[in-house]
């Protein structure tokens, strides 16, 4: 099963992330050609039930990740995924996740 794994999407790489940057342009580009390939899009679920023989696949599929859960995927990649139906896992940092909700308590989050 192939994956398409995916950490930051910004318009501005920043040369310190080596090739861990991807620019928004480009990441529409490659949903669009999933899009218009015909390819699935796994959801988690349908990944463990294809590895466990209890799904059987019509087409082509593809398990497309976001690690770490970087902001940027939220403002580049989300619109997208919604635009072409793309399902995509994101694989949060949970250490850093608590960190930063410690960071920011004073934050009143029921306005959010």
């Given at each position: 099963m192939p994956v398409l794994m995916y950490h930051h999407i910004?318009?501005?790489p920043d040369p310190k992330k080596g090739n861990l940057t991807i620019r928004p342009d480009t990441f529409r580009?490659?949903?669009l050609y999933l899009s218009r390939r015909g390819y699935r899009t796994l959801k988690c679920q349908e990944l463990l039930r294809?590895?466990?023989?209890?799904l059987v696949l019509d087409r082509k599929?593809?398990?497309?990740?976001?690690?770490?859960?970087y902001a940027d995927n939220n403002v580049h990649a989300l619109p997208v995924l919604k635009k072409y139906g793309i399902h995509a896992v994101v694989?949060?940092?949970t250490d850093r996740t608590e960190k930063a909700s410690y960071k920011n308590r004073a934050v009143n989050y029921s306005m959010i």
């Open positions: 910004d318009p501005n580009r490659q949903m294809y590895i466990k023989g209890d599929a593809v398990l497309v990740t976001m690690d770490d859960g694989f949060l940092i």
